[in-house]
């Protein structure tokens, strides 16, 4: 008895192949594209984070420095004004370059600010005064409104030095809101650490009052 064989026509089989091969390419290309939108994504949120990280730690820098940050000078430039030119009497809104002087000193100084009245930039809240360097920062007080209008204007600093003892600087502008007058105000002086000396516009003025005229004073209190 013969038996008859089926057989598959080889036209069908590479027709079976060439599906293959095509459903292949196709999981491959969407694994490619699934892989490309992964990355893209990555790198979006790495960016925006490291966008974000710059935002805070500029937040934080703002919050250390004035809108003039200030910084170590030479001691051969602190005595050197910014300005010549002469202010006009009696009006207080202005700006003063003040200098912690630390050049004969003693001990390193850590500053704190910790009160500050009627002032646009009261400066950097706070710095260090390694021996034998001085620290310079812009101030800008603030003559607007009722509260400071004709006001006396304060910047309050704690002084804690490596050794010797601690001091609180005060400067001081505006007295009885009256003509261009400044001082530096201090709790301990004449002590190892403590202020001994300061001048403000070319005058000496540590617990005393002086009448500022240059258009940008340099204000300066120095260590011992």
Known sequence: MHVSKTSIPRNSTMRQSNVVAAVLMVASALVLLFA????????????????????TLGGRMTSQQGKNPGGLIPCSSA?????QKK???GVLGSD????????????????????????IDAGDSH??????TAYKMRLSDN???D???NRQKNVLWYVRPSGGYNSNVAWRHGQNGGAKTTMFDVSTQGVPGAPWAAVCDGMRCLNYWVTETSEIPLDRISFQ
């Open 36 to 55: 490309s939108v992964m990355n893209m994504a990555w790198s979006a949120e790495t960016t925006d984070s490291a966008a974000t990280s710059q935002q």
């Open 79 to 83: 005595s050197s004004p910014t300005a």
């Open 87 to 89: 202010a006009t009497p």
């Open 96 to 119: 003063h370059d003040v200098v912690f002087y630390n050049c004969s000193g003693s001990y390193s100084l850590d500053v704190t600010q910790a009160d500050a009245k009627c002032m």
């Open 127 to 132: 710095f260090t005064v390694p021996v034998g």
């Open 143 to 145: 003559n607007v409104g």
């Open 147 to 149: 509260n400071c209008s």
